[in-house]
């Protein structure tokens, strides 16, 4: 860091914004890889019906395919927002 | 005993050529017997970063369709005996590439008793990619330290764990390897490039090799030398050590700290 540079304001540290960003989006893309193709659909709907009653944040919808021995279990949650429940 | 190793991105413009040429030519230079194919079909390139395009005369296409026979299509590099190019179609279109002719190609590879194939994917989720992969014992996913590459690599990772023969036979995993190119250490320590570590976090499997962004690589590809064969280059050097550790060598990594500045530098900056 020379004279020159403390004239200078900071600059941002974006590769770790970069990182956390694609920690993100990638641990979302992993959970439906493999899954079926229908599943961000079915996540779309599902979310326009409970906004129906519940206004719930598009976040808040988290749909995941598991598998359980033999079987495949699609594992629905839905945060509600405080004091609506 | 044969090795396919596909050099694959998702994105393009990462260094899947370049790194195809090197690994290749590094193999070659080892002492095994090599043979890289362009899979690129439409848009030929491997030829001009191994400077042999103007001997191209039958190509991968040709033989998938009983044109030419291996032999013919086969381009000896200039440089080392046992290291052969086989060039992508410029005038075809994509859907030429049929999974019987390439699994026939590499088969006939292998009984003339190559050691490594390296295949040279197109970019993209296409055909020519899921091709170059398919057959595949090993991989080598050329990825950037940059958001877009990275997340592409992830896609093309979750490809290699399902839409290969090994995955589909279920004879055990492609083995996945990552090759950071284009990285710049005095942006790392700056914050403004993701480390080494912050990709493996991310994609959650381990570097194989680090290439550090240099003017050398440019010169190399302007001149049709693999930019391995650079003996003054670090981007050479750190190829070098790439191939060693596909080997199954331990080398320590090199080139991931920012050239120390000099004194003038360090009080005025820049």
């Known amino acids: 860091m020379g004279i020159l540079d403390f004239l200078k304001a900071r600059p941002k540290n974006t590769a770790n914004i970069a ?51 033999d079987h495949e279990v699609l594992e629905l949650s839905v945060a509600l927002p405080e004091g609506k429940a | 005993m044969t090795e396919t190793i596909v050099v694959t991105s998702g994105k393009g413009g990462v260094g899947k050529t370049t790194t195809s040429a090197s690994i290749a030519t590094g193999l070659a230079q080892r002492g095994h017997k090599v043979a890289v194919i362009d899979f690129d079909v439409g848009l030929r390139n491997l030829d001009l970063i191994m400077g042999c395009e103007r001997r191209v005369v039958y190509d991968f296409v040709n033989v998938i369709h009983g044109e030419a026979a ?47 194939i390296i295949c040279d994917s197109p970019a993209g989720i296409e055909k020519g990619a899921h091709l170059a992969m398919y057959y595949a014992d090993r991989a080598l996913v050329v990825v950037n330290p940059e958001v877009s590459s990275v997340r592409d690599s992830d896609r093309i990772l979750g490809l290699l764990a399902s839409k290969t023969r090994r995955a589909e036979r279920g004879d055990g995993a492609v083995q996945q390897h990552l090759l950071l190119t284009r990285y710049n250490p005095a942006r ?51 190829y070098k050590d790439a191939v060693a550790r596909l080997l199954g060598e331990e080398r320590p990594m090199r080139f991931l ?8 530098k360090r009080v005025f900056g820049g």
């Open chain 2, 70 to 116: 291996l032999r013919q299509a086969l381009i000896k590099d200039k440089r080392h005996e046992t290291l052969f190019v086989l060039a992508a179609s410029q005038t075809r279109d994509k859907d030429s590439l049929t999974q019987d002719g390439v699994e026939r190609v590499l088969e006939e590879l292998r009984q003339d008793g190559f050691d490594y």
């Open chain 2, 188 to 238: 790392v320590e700056a914050g403004e490039m993701m480390s080494v570590k912050d990709v493996e976090e991310v994609l959650g499997i381990p570097v194989l090799g680090v290439i550090p962004e240099h003017e050398s690589v440019l010169a190399a590809s302007n001149q049709g030398v693999p930019v391995i064969l650079e003996e003054t280059s670090h981007a050479g050097h750190a």
């Open chain 2, 257 to 264: 700290d920012a050239p120390k500045k000099g004194f003038l």
């Open chain 1, 19 to 69: 990182k956390e960003r694609l920690r993100i989006i990638v641990a979302q893309e992993r959970s439906t890889r493999g899954g079926p193709d229908y599943l961000p659909l079915l996540r779309s709907e599902l979310l326009a019906v409970i906004k129906k009653y519940v206004n719930v944040d598009p976040e808040a919808i988290q749909i995941n395919v598991e598998r359980d021995g």
